[in-house]
């Protein structure tokens, strides 16, 4: 519950239009508007991060920020980055407790065709990943929810990874199937992580 000394309903406005967003807003604010308007629950590492990057735009603007623009800023960070790495497929097979991963991707317009195993289909593809020049990293937490309802629900993952020059970032995947949202989500970091060298 938000510390107002109102409901605004007394008033006929909503939440929506009192939360403002602005280069001095609080992490706490962006992550409230991504989670109420559009379903994100982001995990709380990931609040200070993307409170910066919405400040940031915020500051560079000079105006705040409606809750579509907060999105659209989180959707083109995090979302919809296809560069320099592009995810063209990914399978994964398991026998015992062992998962192998095939995957395919582009990495600055060129092919890469990967295999890799582990305990879990983000371990094999991590490993999988160790064959091409990106840069070497871990993944410090993962988290997932459902965005909407029902059987068309769509994933959502937020995966934090820590890179060998101890930056740590997250990244974001939305998919119908779980496990390539966490993919999706690591890519999502490491483009993250090139367009900030």
Same mark, same amino acid.
């Given at each position: ?109 060129? =092919?890469?065709?990967? /295999? ?5 289909? %983000?371990? +094999?593809? @991590?490993? $999988? #990943?160790?064959? *091409? ?38 990244? =974001?995947?939305?998919? /119908? ?5 966490? %993919?999706? +989500?690591? @890519?999502? $970091? #490491?483009?993250? *992580?090139?367009?900030?060298?």
């Amino acid at each position: 519950m938000l510390y107002i000394p109102i409901d605004p309903a007394d008033i006929g406005r909503s939440y929506k239009a009192i939360i403002r967003i602005n280069s001095q807003s609080g992490k706490g604010g962006v992550a409230y508007v991504l989670e109420q308007e559009y379903g994100f629950a982001l995990p709380k590492l990931m609040h200070k991060e993307i409170g910066k990057i919405i400040n940031d735009v915020a500051d560079t603007k000079g105006t705040e920020l409606t809750s579509a623009e907060v999105h659209d800023v989180f959707q083109k960070e995090y979302l919809t980055r296809t560069a320099p790495i592009a995810l063209q497929h990914f399978k994964t097979t398991e026998r015992d407790s062992t998962v192998k991963c095939e995957a395919s991707l582009t990495l600055d317009g060129h =092919a890469h065709k990967l /295999t890799g195993s582990g305990n879990g289909p %983000i371990d +094999a593809f @991590v490993r $999988a #990943l160790g064959a *091409t020049p990106l840069p070497k990293f871990e993944v410090l937490s993962y988290s997932e929810h459902s965005l909407g309802k029902g059987s068309e629900a769509r994933a959502v993952s937020y995966i934090q990874i820590k890179t060998e020059r101890n930056h740590t970032l997250f990244g =974001a995947g939305i998919d /119908t199937n779980i496990e390539l949202a966490s %993919i999706k +989500a690591i @890519v999502s $970091a #490491l483009n993250r *992580t090139l367009a900030k060298r």
